[in-house]
């Protein structure tokens, strides 16, 4: 008889335990300890493996990886100049947000070139050519294989030998050898190492779709994102129509690079312009606005951030953020009470970025500071105005980075004066028709606002 294995895993976390428990002792999250029943490793001396001599490095065979292009300028830009050859790359993000969309896109642009296999575990091949239909996508190249039985998906990808396979999705899939249902820990664990050792020993590029928990982390092991080579979360609100692919891992490439979509009824639509669309709409002469200019990997975003500051009917106020950190925004209000001599002890301060970015550069830190003071002073900022620089605890506006590039962008738009760091900037060449204020503190920074 074949001996098993009972172990249990926190899908939080990833970590490992011999029994179970209603609280995981590693992260602390309730009810995410869940069993895995897998066979017992053989014990050791019984199996001799084929030896493997270790090679010096310079014996290995180099050469840069070979990339191509997805056709869409977004997802290569996320990818970091187009998807790799026999790479593995996980797309995650919540229901309906759009993943299915963007992969069947894909494979209209990857058509043309490359043979592309489509398994889907969650729709019939009716329901893949109804969706492709109303995308307007009509590619006689593309194969379609609704499957489940993982077995049965390697088995036809060895007969057809497709360049891209695109799995959709890694919890609806499932291993006859494993008897766990599918979804659980063991199954998307073996179905993942299946899929990573078909691509590293045949060349095939895959795409797999992962769902995401209530928490909106992938749903699953966290070895799961360890396994994969690149881990892409697609995040976007569902009252707007604008999408945000994120890259959390790329073993071949910038994790800091963003891509932007817009869901329309043909599909997603790239913005190669995403600055533009968030500031659209910006109110003219109201305050509390102020225009922050961050960067996502090599481009420059600009984004605008609100503050609301009233007057607290309760002896706590209240603070509320989005698209911010929590605790850096009442970090930078502190500051501003102390350093700034703006009372908000007694007042409720509410900060929001507009368009659903988050902003997570030390770079935002001013425009931050400024859009709660203009809101407190019931002064609007100017409309042409840009702050950029971290702010520290004593005050003072400390420099960053790439700031050539972010004037570029600033110009391309039409802002004519830019409120900056004066350390680090002396040599900083102000762009045509552009005033450049070099400030040291937040009070020297509210001085040329205000």
């Not at 294995?5 to 602390?28: D, F, I, V």
């Not at 550069?361 to 931050?368: F, G, K, R, Y």
Request: charged content about 20%; overall charge neutral.
């Amino acid at each position: 008889m074949k001996k098993t294995k009972t172990s249990y895993y926190c899908t939080a976390c990833g970590n490992e335990t011999p029994q179970w428990y209603g609280k995981c002792p590693a992260c602390g999250a309730w009810g995410t300890v869940e069993e895995h029943v897998q066979a017992a490793a053989p014990a050791p001396g019984r199996a001799v493996a084929a030896s493997r001599e270790p090679k010096k490095l310079s014996q290995v065979m180099g050469g840069d990886e070979i990339r191509f292009s997805t056709g869409i300028g977004e997802l290569d830009r996320v990818l970091g100049g187009g998807a790799v050859l026999g790479s593995l790359v996980l797309i995650s993000g919540a229901p309906g947000i759009g993943k299915s969309t963007l992969l069947l896109q894909i494979c209209s642009e990857l058509c043309r070139f490359r043979s592309v296999l489509y398994v889907s575990g969650e729709e019939s091949e009716k329901q893949l050519k109804m969706r492709a239909m109303r995308l307007g996508l009509n590619s006689d190249a593309l194969m379609v294989l609704a499957e489940t039985n993982l077995s049965q998906v390697l088995t036809i990808a060895g007969e057809k030998k497709p360049d891209i396979l695109i799995v959709d999705s890694v919890q609806t899939i499932y291993l006859e050898e494993n008897s766990s249902a599918p979804g659980s820990i063991s199954q998307v664990k073996d179905c993942t190492m299946a899929l990573l050792q078909l691509c590293k020993s045949t060349g095939i590029t895959v795409f797999v779709v992962g769902h995401v928990n209530k928490e909106g982390a992938i749903a699953g092991p966290k070895v799961l994102e360890h396994m994969v080579d690149c881990v892409l979360y697609f995040e976007g609100e569902k009252q707007t129509s604008f999408r945000l692919l994120r890259s959390a891992k790329n073993r071949f490439g910038s994790t800091n690079e963003i891509g932007v979509f817009e869901m329309c009824d043909t599909g997603l639509r790239e913005v190669p312009n995403p600055s533009q669309m968030l500031l659209a709409g910006r109110p003219l002469g109201a305050p509390g606005t102020c225009v922050a200019c961050a960067m996502e990997g090599t481009r420059p975003v600009l984004a605008e951030v609100q503050a609301l500051v009233t007057k607290s009917s309760f002896q706590v106020p209240r603070r509320t953020v989005n698209g911010f950190d929590y605790n850096r925004a009442t970090l930078l209000m502190a500051v501003a009470e102390k350093r700034g001599g703006i009372k908000l002890g007694l007042c409720d301060a509410y900060l929001n970025v507009i368009g659903g970015l988050y902003l997570d550069e030390p770079a935002s830190d001013l425009p931050v500071i400024l859009a709660i003071v203009s809101s407190y002073l019931d002064k609007p900022i100017g409309q042409e105005i840009c702050a950029i620089g971290e702010v520290g605890l004593t005050g003072e506006v400390r420099s960053v980075s790439n700031l050539p590039q972010r004037l570029s962008e600033l110009q391309r738009l039409g802002f004519k004066k830019v409120i900056l760091p004066r350390h680090g900037t002396a040599g900083l060449i102000a762009p045509d028709g552009m005033e450049l204020y070099r400030v040291r503190t937040i009070r020297e920074a509210m001085e040329v606002v205000f």
